[in-house]
């Protein structure tokens, strides 16, 4: 071989070192070995019937757990010998676990499996171990091993937990229908490019739909896109990106921002949020308020189809809940008379966040029976002038004042007029769940002053009702509840 002439020719660069090799051991109707009748021996036994394998265990006294796993195999069956094991009973087996409290003991296991040329492990003793059990995310026929050499199952534990949470359970109904519908494919004589393009638009779909069984008709579908015979018309997900601590995203909304092509973002979206955005996807501001040119929603709801109609997965990312003065109904009427498939994932609503932030209940027997979201904004800004006021002077309400900033002078004169208690307690929060939280209290008498006065900045909703009067009280002694740091790092 020469040597390199120009950068092109640099050797490709070769797989790093790998503490362990990660490989699938296929044990159906196999038969596995389980020396030892102990509880973590049981555990084992049960791992490897749930794989398929018929498992002898060897124990003279098999612990409870032992018997009980056994009566409730999980796949292939488990028979209890109740004697110890003998090197003649590791013939053909596939696979030999030991449980043993001593090392001369592990040892013997160990030597005497290898002398039989089955692969063995001592559970908790690596040092008589052939290999590993990683933490396993099981989406079977989906199957997801993680190790970490011994170095440290703790931080397995936790990435197992990871990916269960951002692995759909739904992915292994789609594992098992590629591999139903995989002969069939074949059967198709198509083209290496087309093949691969139909399993790559099986997993686009399975990425976009995993809650859904997939059914007979995606087959056909599949084939038809393959062929181009179809155009994938896109679809748009309204997504809830929760009033702005991205731990309150749902993992739907997660995977949702991963598989998104374009994300159409709210001005109230908090920007830790997009962190979760698949990087490649496109991310556009069209908010209708702050300082940038705002957009109408004509506007937007036009370029969520457009999109859409190009083939775009859409998503519509919103503060919130969507369906909570999220204009919502608009986009879902605008996608369903333009044909296109929409979708809304919930999000945590502003005043769930701030009641779960001041640890007040919004419903409370004996105080409130009745939980009310209301704008302080109409179409023209103003306050709506067909609010039900006996229903905000319930003294029995919690009523939940969503944009009231300007308006809720003329909504607590208007309140009491119709005869709520002006001593009734109402709370201001700002930037609810964000680092920059602001709590103000005081009560529908005095809390439109109050706020005024703490200059309140960013969104805010104000909670009345009598199940705010604990904090009312505790805050409205401070006035202004801002903890001096949060204070300095506010935003101007
Ligand atoms: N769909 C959103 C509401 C959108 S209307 C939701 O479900 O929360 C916009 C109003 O929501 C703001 O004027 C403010 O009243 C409220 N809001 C949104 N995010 C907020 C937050 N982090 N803290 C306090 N209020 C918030």
């Not at 198509?190 to 059914?215: G, M």
């Amino acid at each position: 071989m020469s040597t390199s002439r120009s950068p092109s020719e640099a050797r490709p660069p070769r797989m790093e070192a790998l503490a362990r090799l990660p490989v699938f051991f296929a044990l159906t109707a196999k038969r596995a070995v389980v020396a030892g009748g102990s509880a973590a021996a049981a555990w084992k036994a049960e791992l490897l019937s749930a794989a398929g394998a018929a498992v002898d265990v060897y124990a003279a006294e098999p612990s409870l757990e032992m018997s009980e796993i056994a009566a409730h195999a999980p796949q292939g069956p488990i028979t209890i010998h109740p004697r110890a094991m003998e090197a003649a009973d590791l013939r053909d087996a596939a696979m030999a676990i030991g449980a043993f409290e001593d090392d001369a003991a592990a040892a013997a296991f160990a030597q005497q499996a290898r002398h039989a040329g089955v692969p063995v492990n001592v559970i908790d003793r690596p040092a008589f171990c052939d290999f590993a059990f990683g933490a396993i995310v099981n989406r079977s026929p989906l199957v997801i091993g993680i190790s970490t050499d011994g170095a440290a199952p703790v931080f397995g534990q936790a990435i197992r937990a990871k990916l269960e949470a951002l692995i759909p359970r739904g992915f292994a109904r789609w594992a098992d229908a590629a591999r139903q519908w995989r002969p069939r494919v074949q059967a198709l004589a198509l083209s290496f490019r087309e093949r691969r393009r139909f399993w790559e638009i099986f997993t686009e779909r399975a990425v976009a739909e995993p809650n859904r069984a997939p059914v007979e008709t995606d087959i056909n579908a599949l084939i038809g896109e393959t062929r181009g015979a179809a155009r994938d018309t896109g679809s748009v997900v309204l997504v809830g990106a929760g009033p702005g601590d991205p731990e309150l995203l749902t993992l739907r909304a997660v995977r949702a921002l991963q598989s998104a092509d374009v994300i159409l973002i709210d001005d109230l979206v908090s920007p830790e949020v997009l962190d979760f955005a698949r990087r490649e996807a496109k991310k556009m501001m069209v908010g209708k308020t702050g300082h940038g040119p705002a957009c109408k929603q004509s506007e937007i709801n036009e370029l969520m189809i457009k999109l859409a109609r190009a083939g775009k997965r859409v998503v519509r990312l919103k503060g919130g809940d969507p369906m909570i003065f999220g204009r919502a109904g608009e986009e879902i009427e605008a996608c369903r008379a333009a044909g296109i498939a929409v979708e809304v994932v919930p999000g945590i609503s502003a005043a769930q966040g701030a009641a779960a932030r001041l640890l007040v209940s919004l419903t409370h027997r004996g105080d409130a029976r009745r939980l009310q979201y209301v704008t302080g904004h109409d179409r023209n800004g103003n306050l709506p002038d067909d609010i039900d006021w006996r229903s905000i002077a319930d003294p029995a309400a919690t009523t939940i004042v969503y944009m009231p900033k300007k308006t809720l002078r003329e909504l607590s004169q208007r309140a009491r007029a119709h005869g709520l208690d002006p001593a009734t307690p109402a709370v201001a929060v700002a930037n609810a769940t964000r680092p920059d939280e602001t709590i103000v209290a005081g009560t529908i008498g005095d809390i439109a002053d109050t706020i005024d006065a703490a200059a309140l900045e960013g969104p805010a909703l104000v909670m009345i009702g009598r199940v705010l009067a604990e904090v009312a009280e505790t805050a409205a002694r401070a006035r202004v509840s801002v903890p001096a740091e949060v204070k300095k790092s506010r935003r101007a």
